[in-house]
């Protein structure tokens, strides 16, 4: 019900831009959120937005560099990632839910398969 895309590699200081598709359903009322998994680390949360748009949050680690959006019409989130460090390299997920933690990646009840994005140095 959702698909990632938009992953690749990149130079460092490079840009990246994420979006993720939902299907079968609409989330226009829910809660979108992006998180990453590096190599041998959790799954740790980047960003999320609520079904209005109105309410944004971010890691810290990405604060200022990384921007999400959402496009109720389309049923679409987006990452908009500036200035990526090699710490970035990490597969993505988008994910959905409602009435949950923002940043608890157990609380989010539906999820994208991932899409990688892999930062040079």
């Known amino acids: 019900q959702l698909q990632a895309s938009g992953g690749g590699l990149v130079q460092a200081g490079g840009s990246l831009r994420l979006s993720c598709a939902a299907s079968g359903r609409t989330f226009n009322s829910g809660t979108m959120g992006w998180f990453r998994q590096g190599p041998g680390k959790e799954r740790e949360f980047v960003a999320s937005?609520?079904?209005?748009?109105?309410?944004?949050y971010y890691a810290d680690s990405v604060k200022g560099r990384f921007t999400i959006s959402r496009d109720n019409a389309k049923n679409t989130v987006s990452l908009q990632m500036n200035s990526l460090k090699p710490e970035d390299t990490a597969v993505y997920y988008c994910a959905a839910g409602f009435r949950l933690t923002v940043n608890i990646a157990s609380s989010y009840a539906y999820w994208g398969q991932g899409t990688q994005v892999t930062v040079s140095s």
């Open positions: 937005i609520s079904g209005s748009g109105g309410s944004t």
